[in-house]
Nanobody
Framework: QVQLVESGGGSVQAGGSLRLSCAAS????????MGWFRQTPDNKRERVAS??????YVHMSVKGRFSISRDTSKNTVDLQMNSLRPEDSNIYFC????????????????WGRGTQVTVSS
């Protein structure tokens, strides 16, 4: 099993920045891909960004504002969130899986508890 703990959420005004961090522990040899998800209005989890040893994905709605980075030696993944907008307000979940296609609901992914991001106008 892999345990994921997020940190770095909080409240910020529009235009501000936050950096989310996620630390993995346990059977980290199982982890090839890590990423961040958020909740959609219909209660589904939407991939915001993900990263493996080759590829980085960033959702179109945050491209140019958010970036993802990973430190494999520390088993951490960060999400740098710049130029935040009120519509970015959400709970952000860290996720990890063996591969990026497996990173998501209904697959063999591991999940953190989530961290709240609130952006005020």
């Amino acid at each position: 099993q892999v345990q994921l703990v997020e940190s770095g959420g909080g409240s910020v005004q529009a235009g501000g920045s936050l950096r989310l961090s996620c630390a993995a522990s346990g059977s980290t040899y199982l982890v090839g891909c890590m990423g961040w998800f958020r909740q959609t209005p219909d209660n589904k989890r939407e991939r915001v960004a993900s990263i493996d040893h080759q590829y980085t994905y960033v959702h179109m709605s945050v491209k140019g504002r958010f970036s993802i980075s990973r430190d494999t030696s520390k088993n951490t993944v960060d999400l740098q969130m710049n130029s935040l907008r009120p519509e970015d307000s959400n709970i952000y979940f860290c996720a990890a899986a063996r591969t990026c296609p497996e990173l998501g609901p209904g697959h063999n992914a591991f999940w953190g508890r989530g961290t709240q991001v609130t952006v005020s106008s």
